[in-house]
């Protein structure tokens, strides 16, 4: 057989693997064999690079990690979806409908909404060109290095015909299973687990280093067409759907169609059952006008299409005994009640732990050891505990009160006037001194992947460690003394250690953990003073205050931190050891240059972060309270007294639309 149609047969082979696993759900050969032919064709390749293409099987992994992602604007906006809560809310956008097409019965489509991250593949006569996030519907970011990782998505088309021009919609997740095998995986390298799928779904994608990307085990289901130009042309929704996996497009094998409210009303009333059934997380379903020329009719508000709405489902709740009360210290000496429960599966995920946030919120429910309690996950993530339920409490334990000592180091317990927690007084409680080297090495702050929960306590537990200056000192024969870490393990971590050396200020101060001053309020100083923290450490009250943002608070905790000896002896141990700090980039000149904006209520389009990004981008500032010195205060669904305030001062209020036309206007 010649090389090229040898190469040619183990790509066509591979491609059909990757369809028969993620697009028909019937794998027909082994990892292992897969595996092994990919090798052999990337020998091949290797040994004949004349015959390498883009679209290759081997080519899913990247090059070398990129410095930032692009945007890139779509040509259809990918916009969000109206929501509606309840049977009533969907039965009255049935009734919109019928009146506005002036029909007795609509066709609809119904689709599980998968709680993953939104993205968008853009084909070219077969060939994948690029793929973006959501991003603000408008514009989204340049993913794709990331996307060509995913084994489930083609590379290319080959089945016609062909489009000019092909865009899928699509939603990226991680499964359950997969997601505990991941968790599981990083428990034993001493890593930080992730909290949920979705988040780790969508973090996994915006690594700027794609070989990151590649070991996280991403699917995609696809559900809906961008721009399509060519031969071709779709009906309804459920053509589309049922033809693209010919071109090798895995979809939901959940998706029904069906006629009026009935329909709707069944699908989404067994969507609860079909939830815990699942593989994977989803949030409700999405209901959509399944004809193409109606979607057209009835057309699209400036957030959302009309022809479509998704239903929500509750937060899944169980009942089980709270076996036990414990408490847990933070990096602040902050002290946690946490309900340790009777084990039980809500949302697919075993609960075993549940927050009960502090002393007045445990008078407030009255939770005692061995009470049955109502749990749920809240927004289907977090664990709380809902209520007792009274009518089961047979036992007569007594209210659960925190001590006076610490639980970890038993130093004097203190409640400051006006706050609801209690705090260890001891500064170098270990608790506080892990939870500080956590909390700076985080990814908001210095960003160091690799040191994890169970590595930053084992570096504690041998005396490697005593603050976060000394993570800088860390030598590998240090590293590889202790349980299950590697060589490979510690040449990536010292990697990452000496990476973060170069740092924003922004995220070092964020990282010291300074009170009062979180994210935000770092980015303000870093730009104040340029990057250079000799300036920060001797600035006076006055200076701070005449930042922008700085109030009293602020002022007063910064004075106080840079006052201590300490403090500062750690900082310079940091600067010692070689951290050294970038000179922010100068922000782009604008109308709204030094103008003060205020979010509040829920943003549907967009992000919050992602919108405090587009202000800083132009020069503005974001703050999180209303005062004399805000000029915009940007209300989305449900805003709080924020708003109420922002009428009384007199303060310019604008809806979402009015924000993004503002900055797609600078």
Known sequence: MEVKDHIDKLRFILNQHNIDYYVNDNPTISDYEYDTLLRQLEKLEKDNPQFLTSDSPTQRIGGVPLDEF??????????????????????????????????????????????????????????????????????????????????????????????????????????????????????????????????????????????????????????APGTITGEISFESQSEFLQHIPKWGFPVNPHIKTGIGFSFIKNYYNNAEQLRNNLN?????????????????????????????????????QATTIVNDIILSVGRTGAITPVAQLEPIKVGGVVISNATLHNQD??????????????????????????????????????RFQISNLCPICSYDVIRMQGEAVYRCTNQICPAKIKGAIEHYVSKKCMNIDG??????????????????????????????????????????????????????????????????????????LEKHF?????????????????????????????????????????????????????????????????????????????????????VENYNGKVSSSVSAKTDYVVAGDKPGSKLEKAIKNNVTILSEVDFLDLIKAL
Not at 93 to 99: G, I, L, N, T
Not at 294 to 313: C, F, H, M, Y
Not at 578 to 594: D, H
């Open 280 to 316: 994977y997380d989803i949030d409700g379903v999405v209901f959509k006008v399944n004809s193409y020329m109606q979607q057209n009719s009835l057309g699209v508000r400036s957030k959302s299409p009309r022809w479509a709405i998704a239903g929500k489902l509750k937060a899944e």
């Open 361 to 398: 919120e445990l008078d407030r429910k009255d939770i005692r050891i061995g009470d049955t309690v109502l749990i749920q996950r809240a927004g289907d993530v977090i664990p709380e505990v809902v209520k007792v339920i009274q009518e089961k409490r047979t036992h007569s334990n007594k």
């Open 530 to 614: 340029k990057g250079n923290i000799n300036k920060l450490m001797k600035s006076s009250k006055d200076e701070l205050l005449s930042i922008n943002e700085i109030g009293d608070i602020m002022a007063d905790s910064l004075i106080a931190y840079f006052a201590n000896i300490n403090n500062r002896e750690l900082i310079f141990k940091c600067l010692d050891n070689g951290v050294i700090f970038l000179v922010p980039k100068e922000s782009k000149v604008s109308k709204i240059s030094n103008k003060t904006f205020v979010f509040t209520g829920n943003l549907s389009t967009i992000k919050r972060k992602e919108a405090v990004a587009m």
């Open 70 to 223: 692009n945007s890139i604007t779509h040509r259809i906006p990918m916009q969000s979806l109206a929501n509606a809560m309840n049977e009533n809310e969907l039965q009255h956008f049935d009734q919109k409908m019928m009146k506005s097409l002036d029909l007795k019965n609509v066709e609809y489509i119904g689709e599980p909404k998968l709680d993953g991250l939104a993205v968008e593949l853009v084909y070219e006569k077969g060939k994948f060109v690029y793929g973006t996030t959501r991003g603000d519907g408008m514009t989204g970011e340049d993913i794709t290095h990331n996307l060509k990782t995913i084994k489930a998505i083609p590379l290319s088309i080959l089945k016609e015909p062909i489009p000019n021009i092909l865009e899928i919609r699509g939603e990226v997740f991680i499964n359950k299973s997969d997601f505990k095998n991941l968790n599981n995986n990083r428990l034993k390298d001493g890593k930080t687990i992730f909290s949920n799928a979705r988040n780790c779904a969508a973090g996994s994608l915006r690594q700027l280093d794609p070989k990151i990307t590649m070991k996280r085990p991403l699917r995609i289901y696809c559900y």
């Open 451 to 524: 040191l994890g929960s169970k590595l930053v306590e084992s570096l504690i537990d041998e005396k490697l460690i005593h603050d976060i200056g000394d993570l800088y000192l860390i030598t590998a024969n240090q590293l590889l003394s202790l349980d299950r870490m590697g060589e490979k393990s510690v040449d990536n971590l010292l990697n990452a250690i000496e990476q973060s050396k170069k740092s924003k200020l922004s995220r070092f101060i964020h990282g010291l953990g300074i009170k009062h001053i979180g994210e935000n309020a770092a980015k303000i």
